[in-house]
């Protein structure tokens, strides 16, 4: 069975898209309408930015969101998924994807959802940190030992938790960790605690402009990152779009959910090929591709 996989934030890189927009008018039409459903010239930035320019959150989500969606379209006949999944900002992508949503509606969610984080990350200083080399088990038990808020916010793969929290809660924990044997214990450079109780403002905002969105029935299974199930019905769909934006992505029992599933291989559809080294540290074995012209 075939599984696409649509990356999320960090998978960005200068001149991204370029080739896309280059290759077809439909591609070049759908970048053009991008431009103008977000009110800037985001192509301008992802074609010719800087690293510094692709990090700003109003432009990495987007930008991530168009390079991988409008990739999918341009695979045209050859994108016949049996499975899908996104991490986390990668879940739009997927949802666009498998004809759930609309091209225009899932970038203005997108947009609006990039807009609400970085609103929630502003009222309180927040991180986040990689954990290497420790089992889950431990990381969430530290966790929750630490009286700040730190939670497990991405399961990347066997060995690689990533935290979520307050700096102050951040720092504690890390020290912790290394305490119990983690190999590594690396602070993130990102804008916020995503994936934590700390995103609750962005929660609440985004609640309704999801629910006022038509999602459709998707060609195929979706899993989703908050319980790493399979969803086809639109109201779950919803409901674990929103719970999302303050739970933790569940990438490891993701895949190991679709590998028990059936799946035989994995396409990474969109900038980068992050996703494609995560799955490998789940199951060595599994074919693993990234979506080409």
Request: net charge negative; hydrophobic share 40%.
């Amino acid at each position: 069975m075939k599984s696409y996989l649509f990356p999320g934030q960090g998978a960005q890189f200068a001149g991204m898209g370029k080739d896309l927009y280059d290759h077809s008018s439909t591609a070049k039409e759908l970048f053009e309408t991008a431009n103008q459903i977000l009110g800037f010239r985001i192509t301008d930035i992802m074609f010719s930015g800087t690293d510094e320019d692709l990090k700003q959150t109003n432009v990495t989500q987007p930008a991530i969101f168009l390079h991988s969606v409008i990739l999918a379209k341009e695979l045209k006949n050859d994108f016949n998924p049996d499975m899908v999944a996104g991490h986390s900002l990668g879940e739009f992508s997927a949802l666009v994807a498998a004809q759930a949503l609309s091209f225009e509606d899932g970038l203005r969610l997108v947009s609006a959802r990039a807009n609400a984080m970085q609103k929630a990350c502003e009222v309180r200083p927040s991180t986040m940190a990689a954990i290497l080399g420790l089992d889950d088990f431990t990381v969430e038990d530290i966790c929750q030992r630490v009286s700040d808020i730190v939670v497990p916010a991405n399961y990347n793969c066997p060995g690689q938790l990533v935290i979520s929290g307050t700096i102050e809660g951040i720092d504690k924990a890390c020290e912790l960790l290394i305490e119990a044997g983690a190999k590594r214990a690396i602070k993130l450079n990102v804008g916020g605690a995503f994936h934590s109780p700390l995103m609750e403002l962005a929660r609440v905002e985004l609640q309704s402009a999801i629910e006022n969105t038509e999602i459709k029935e998707p060609i195929c299974p979706i899993y989703q990152n908050i319980d790493a199930k399979a969803y086809t019905d639109v109201a779950s769909i919803k409901h674990n779009l929103i719970a999302q934006l303050t739970g933790a992505v569940r990438w490891t029992q993701t895949i190991e959910k679709m590998l028990h599933d059936g799946a035989t291989s994995f396409t990474e559809v969109g900038p980068g090929n992050v996703l494609q080294g995560l799955v490998k540290k789940v199951d060595r074995a599994i074919p693993t591709f990234s979506a080409e012209l």
